[in-house]
């Protein structure tokens, strides 16, 4: 167990429909990340966040947004989902940026 | 810009024998570079990481990585393979500025036959 917990662990929605996913860091950890595994497209990097902030951006759809909240625990909100935004979700969290501690995922499925 | 290269979508080997998992990246400034393991169904696993100092770093499993400066290369490697280190293995780097973003390669499949 990594001590990272997202929920839920398993989405199906439709097309249109907009879904927020959960991440609860290792207790001490202030960064948080968010990654978008896919078949075509590996592990994409999506966002960072440490202690509240934005810290980096990667490949985030203008459709998608994060926050991470004063408990330092952060949502990943998913709006207009289309099919291809279908795919694996993980949070990671770590304490300086190096090694990174990874929940098990979100499974998203739109159809 | 970071980036990572793992040019072998799928290695395989005999279980016994050593296996080498490839990796280039590249980086602005000095490079922190990652192995992290992932099994199906699960989150992933760090293995182990290079920062500074000694270029051959040991990590978890009895793995090991060789960091080489002037090829730009941090090949994952063990002396010998075992069946339950068939994984999808990630190499990963963050630079040591900015907002410490860390890049993933695309992965590569480790098959360890018996």
């Known amino acids: 167990d990594s001590g990272v917990t997202q929920t839920p662990k398993h989405l199906i929605t439709a097309t249109g429909q907009r879904v927020t996913l959960r991440c609860s860091p290792r207790?001490?950890?202030?960064?948080v990340y968010w990654y978008q595994q896919s078949l075509d497209q590996g592990l994409q990097f999506l966002i960072q966040?440490?202690?509240?902030?934005?810290?980096a951006k990667g490949n985030i759809l203008e459709r998608f947004s994060a926050q991470q909240f004063p408990d330092l625990h952060s949502e990943l909100n998913l709006s207009s989902l289309e099919l291809g935004d279908s795919a694996l979700y993980f949070c990671?969290?770590?304490?300086?940026?190096?090694?990174?501690?990874f929940g098990s995922g979100t499974q998203l499925s739109v159809l | 810009a970071q980036s990572v290269a793992q040019p072998e979508d799928q290695v395989n080997v005999a279980e016994g024998n050593p296996l080498t998992v490839k990796c280039t990246y590249s980086?602005?400034?000095?490079?922190?570079l990652f192995w992290y393991v992932q099994y199906p169904n699960r989150g992933l696993q760090f293995l182990l990481k290079?920062?500074?100092?000694?270029?051959l770093v040991k990590g978890s499993y009895g793995f090991e990585a060789e960091f080489n400066k002037s090829q730009t290369s941090f090949h994952l490697k063990k002396p010998s393979a075992l069946v339950s280190d068939s994984a999808l293995y990630f190499c990963?780097?963050?630079?040591?500025?900015?907002?410490?973003?860390?890049?993933f390669g695309a992965g590569t499949r480790l098959f360890v036959k018996a």
């Open positions: 966040y440490y202690n509240g902030e934005e810290r």
């Open positions: 290079y920062i500074t100092g000694d270029n």
């Open positions: 980086v602005s400034g000095n490079p922190y």
């Open positions: 990963a780097v963050r630079g040591d500025t900015g907002g410490f973003k860390t890049i």
């Open positions: 207790s001490g950890d202030l960064s």
């Open positions: 990671a969290s770590s304490v300086k940026g190096e090694k990174l501690f």
